[in-house]
């Protein structure tokens, strides 16, 4: 089959791989119909290199049909319709019985101490072959696959792998009271998706940040109050047309939705891009012990939030040794919440904002449709922020 594998820094290319096979009973075998590229992909595009090998297949947002059922999978059907989750969990451990599918007992990398195993994303998370690819095998079957109807577009439910969850959850972790405010760092996918289910879900003023003409032009036809980076000197100007529009205050809640590639913070990308280009037998220790990352957009978020109020961070980041303002984090009485999103534990909430009147505007949410043969090009495009790109969505 043909798949996207990563073969160095900003280095993908699409190649022939072996076509996965049933392995354990509970796994199964789809074929992809459409397959999302992420934000987080780019963080394996450029930051997280150290932890890489060449050839791994990446991506981790697919839907497809399913072409193989191993016997411990029991509701499953060969040709069933299937939206795969980007963590594999097993459903029946603690951890996952407690909402908590990222922290699967059963799944966990416990030989680098990280939490559940995730579609193509480094050793880290169990190095398990990606998304981006003609066929694609699912560990735990008989618990990830979300059955979705014949009928919609895959535009309608592909957003189930990763980008709803994760803007459900972020916005669900900023905890926002009825008729209060948000902002929201970063319009990209997880960001602009986190504005809609804020708006839907009965926030009474959803501010969003960005730098991106694009993603600013977005957000603001869906009713959200942006703010555009390049028009303040520095961050106290932009914290403050914030706070004059909450009272003086604040917003009640922040979501970071951009992560460890913020702009800014010149010596920590200089650190970041030091450790991507060393042997990975160097750079993977200096990365897990002393890696920092960019982190303009928490500091905003910690200045901007209001006295009291949450944090959210959906935004990935793989610092071990950031520093962080703790006076003002304890000072200011501020709760944080973060981690990778719990797609089962979201899922049969999201399902029924799915419908033809579409409130979330997932049927045209993606600004690119290309083939598979065309992911080297779409990393790129994405990663530079070229052409309008904010979601690209690739069909093998």
């Known amino acids: 089959m043909r798949a996207v594998t990563w073969q160095g820094k900003r280095d993908v290319r699409v190649e022939n791989v072996p076509d996965p096979t049933i392995q354990e009973p509970t796994d199964a075998v789809i074929r992809i119909t459409s397959t999302g590229l992420c934000g987080s992909d780019l ?13 791994d297949i990446l991506g981790h947002e697919p839907m497809g049909i399913v072409e193989e059922v191993g016997a411990g999978v029991p509701d499953l059907q060969v040709g069933d319709r299937v939206v795969v989750p980007f963590q594999i969990a097993c459903g029946n451990c603690w951890m996952c019985l407690t909402g908590l599918p990222t922290q699967c007992e059963t799944t966990q990398v416990q030989g680098e101490g990280m939490g559940a195993a995730l579609f193509g994303y480094t050793r880290l998370y169990g190095a398990v072959p990606g998304a981006q690819a003609e066929y694609l095998r699912v560990p735990q079957a008989q618990f990830g696959p979300i059955k ?3 009928g919609p577009p895959d535009d309608r439910f592909v957003y189930l792998s990763d980008v709803l969850p994760t803007a459900w959850q972020a916005v669900a972790y900023a905890d926002v009271p009825k008729g209060g405010s948000i902002a929201v760092l ?7 998706m986190a504005c809609r289910v804020a708006q839907v879900q009965g ?3 959803v501010f969003g940040v960005d730098l991106v003409p694009e993603r600013l032009r977005r957000a603001k036809a869906r009713g959200v109050e942006t703010f555009d980076l390049r028009s303040f000197d520095d961050e106290k100007e932009l914290v403050e047309a914030i706070r004059d529009q909450t009272d003086g205050r604040g917003p009640d809640a922040v979501i970071d939705a951009v992560g460890t590639e913020a702009h800014g913070s010149a010596a920590a990308r200089l650190v970041q891009n030091a450790a991507a280009v060393l042997p990975r037998k160097i750079g993977a220790p200096i990365a897990e012990r002393f890696s920092v990352d960019r982190l303009a957009a928490l500091h ?17 980041y793989g610092g071990m040794a950031d520093p962080l303002p703790l ?6 009485q501020i709760q944080m919440r973060m981690g990778q999103a719990n797609v089962r534990r979201w899922s049969d909430d999201i399902i029924p904002y799915l419908t033809d009147e579409d409130p979330l505007g997932v049927d045209d949410f993606a600004t690119h449709r290309v083939p598979l043969s065309e992911a080297p090009h779409a990393y790129e495009m994405f990663q530079r922020k070229q052409d309008g790109a904010v979601k690209v969505l690739m069909q093998p």
């Open 43 to 55: 963080h394996l595009y450029e930051v997280l290199t150290p932890f890489m090998t060449p050839g």
């Open 148 to 150: 979705v109807p014949e």
């Open 186 to 192: 970063g319009l990209g996918p997880i960001g602009d």
């Open 203 to 205: 926030a009474g003023q």
């Open 300 to 316: 905003t978020a910690i200045e901007l939030v209001r006295r009291g109020g949450t944090i959210s961070l959906s935004g990935v």
């Open 327 to 332: 006076l003002t984090l304890f000072d200011k």
